[in-house]
């Protein structure tokens, strides 16, 4: 076997075999090999069994070249069929995806389900949903806060009606928590910051309410925001809260919806959406105007950031003794990639 | 024989020993007996066949005591006696413990009890404050997450998502009467109906020329003949000239079409019988008009 494996001695009938293997198992078996045009392989070689890389290269490129042709060539013939047919074909199938394929969760909310409409008209959020209580907001930070956390709570402040930002200055938050609820404050939020970006959240509901702590990933502000409107003003905005389908994905619907006055003024046209997007939480704030009844143009301004769900604990901040309803497990989740937990 | 000079002349000064740590200015001591920590004539535990030290243990306090009478004994060395938690009395003890013992280790153990006495009363005043819990992040996790962020975001589509849901909650009425569109929604409501009603009324008919079109047919044998078409208008005489005249543009047209679309013959004579039919309709509705020439034609 004198000649090399370059890209042109390849078109030649019988393509001398790398392995001194393969060569055998030709010679053994002759009627394995098809007609001189074509490449044909023993079923037991594969591209890596070859030991030179230029060569093993190179045949994987052939077969993928291979592969691309066969799908182009399946395609069409598909094409063809679906014309033939017409009208009978049968529909086009649907392209999996990750939500399509997603492990269903047995603990995904029926909208009818009476114990789950039970448990939400007894739990701590019964009091805002009942309109007993308004929402106030406290937002504070981690100690010494960084300009763009600073930033960053500032903002929240103007997107949420009646939040107050006040400087952390070493305090404990098992001590603050007190103060709050003797002046009235329903909700705590502390912005985590490490290495000068924002990247925690903990949002803790007041009257013994449910803790969550949350990631904090992608945060912009906006100045960094691309063609964005004017600042928000001072009404309410509405509230929309996309995909929160499970019973956790629902308290999660609750803790947010609550952060926000129960009557959004239409005249403010601004609109807050969390979206739930494969355990992300995305958060947007847009003003919005109908041109037509088919069509809403929407603007972005305000800041956006996306959650992720660290930990649910029963009752105020207490990392020690609290009790966790839901802590995020890495490995829970590594095994199977199509299954989420809100 | 235990010959301090000959061991501190050996490991302090001379050869190697293992406690030791050099440093530029200064050698220290890592001897967990060491009472000072600095590597000194005095202070060196192996050098000094007379040593005490004060040692610490889960905030216990003890006194290790080592003399010579039991140097050749290294697993009843040192001897343990446990200090008070009460500060006076415990220097009460060592001192106790201590008596007739060169002044350079004494002073040492009351120094070093008062030092870890008081790194004590700080540990417990720091577990009562605030206690920072630094939670490793791993690069791998964090790239991971991150990407599945973005994946995340793509499928999302928040654009469209929330400019459904607005759009939703505007046909449900949620926004009351602030916009003007429901009227627009009305309309158009009210125009599909129409055109749903004429289309029912339509296929009436057709069914009804269905039946009626063997007759008809053999009416019109010649067919595809605009003079026909507007002798059999004008048969049908009396209506209105505005509807005439457009009926007849459209079936103008319709003929007109008619040679370039072929395999259409069927339709003409059903479009006719339809025009009849409107026609009959028409002919009762609206005011009888003459022609202008009416040909002589039998039917």
């Known amino acids: ?342 | 024989m235990q010959h301090d000079d000959v061991i501190w002349d050996v490991i302090g000064n001379r050869a190697f020993c293992s406690f030791k740590v050099k440093t530029k200015v200064q050698n220290f001591c890592r001897n967990e007996y060491n009472i000072t920590g600095l590597c000194n004539r005095s202070s060196c535990p192996l050098a000094n066949s007379q040593y005490a030290t004060i040692r610490e243990e889960k905030g216990q306090c003890f006194l290790y005591m080592k003399v010579i009478e039991r140097a050749a004994f290294p697993a009843r060395m040192w001897e343990k006696v446990k200090l008070s938690k009460n500060y006076e009395k415990a220097l009460e003890q060592i001192d106790q413990n201590l008596i007739y013992w060169p002044r350079f280790i004494r002073h040492k153990c009351k120094q070093r009890f008062t030092k870890i006495t008081q790194y004590l009363i700080r540990i417990r005043k720091l577990t009562l404050k605030r206690q920072r819990k630094l939670v490793p992040l791993s690069r791998k996790v964090e790239a991971r997450e991150k990407r599945k962020e973005e994946k995340a975001l793509i499928a999302a589509q928040l654009d469209n998502a929330i400019e459904k849901e607005l759009l939703e909650r505007l046909k449900q009425g949620t926004y009351g009467d602030i916009y003007n569109f429901p009227i627009h929604a009305f309309d158009k409501a009210l125009e599909h109906q129409d055109e749903e009603s004429e289309t029912d009324s339509e296929e009436e008919e057709d069914d009804e020329d269905v039946g009626k079109k063997e007759f008809v047919a053999e009416d019109e044998i010649e067919e595809s003949d605009l003079s026909d078409f507007e002798d059999m208008d004008n048969l049908k005489a009396g209506s209105d000239e505005h509807e005439e005249s457009s009926e007849e543009d459209e079936s103008e047209e319709e003929m007109e079409e008619e040679p370039e679309a072929s395999g259409s013959k069927g339709k003409m004579p059903l479009k006719g019988a339809v025009f009849r039919k409107k026609r009959a309709y028409v002919e009762i509705e609206y005011e009888q008009e003459m022609e202008p020439v009416p040909k002589s034609k039998a039917t």
């Open chain 1, 1 to 342: 076997q004198g000649c090399t494996k370059t890209k042109k001695p390849k078109k030649q009938p019988k393509p001398p075999h790398e392995n001194g293997n393969d060569s055998m198992i030709e010679k053994t078996e002759p009627e394995h090999v098809d007609a001189p045009a074509e490449f044909s392989f023993p079923p037991t070689f594969s591209v890596s069994e070859i030991k030179n890389k230029q060569r093993r290269h190179l045949m994987f490129m052939k077969l993928k070249q291979e592969k691309r042709k066969q799908k182009v060539a399946m395609k069409k013939k598909k094409k063809k069929e679906r014309d033939a047919l017409g009208d009978k074909a049968p529909p086009k199938e649907v392209p999996k995806t990750i939500e399509n394929q997603r492990v269903y969760d047995e603990t995904t909310v029926n909208p009818e389900d009476e114990e789950v409409a039970f448990d939400e008209g007894t739990d701590e959020f019964s009091a805002y949903f009942n309109r007993l209580t308004n929402p106030k907001v406290l937002i504070t930070t981690s100690d010494r806060p960084r300009g763009r956390t600073v930033r960053f709570c500032n903002q929240l402040a103007t997107v949420i009606p009646d939040a107050h930002v006040y400087y952390r200055r070493g305090l404990a938050l098992k001590k603050v928590i007190p103060q709050c609820i003797a002046r009235g404050f329903t909700y705590l939020m502390v912005i985590n910051e490490d290495r000068k970006v924002p990247n925690g959240m903990v949002l803790c509901h007041l009257p013994d309410g449910p803790t969550a702590h949350f990631k904090v990933s992608s945060v912009r502000l906006r100045k960094e925001m691309k063609r964005r409107g004017k600042d928000p003003t001072e009404h309410s905005p509405e509230v929309i809260l996309n995909n929160f389908t499970t019973r956790l994905g629902h308290s999660m619907g609750r803790l947010f919806a609550a952060l926000f006055p129960h009557d959004p003024q239409f005249v403010g046209r601004q609109v807050a959406t969390f979206h739930n997007q494969r355990d992300f939480i995305f958060f947007r704030f847009h003003r919005y105007i109908f041109k037509n009844e088919k069509r809403v143009g929407i603007q972005e301004l305000g800041p956006r950031f996306t959650l992720k769900l660290r930990s649910l604990q029963k009752g105020t901040f207490d990392s020690k003794f609290g009790e966790y309803e839901w802590v995020l497990k890495r490995h829970e989740n590594d095994v199977c990639r199509r299954r989420f937990n809100l």
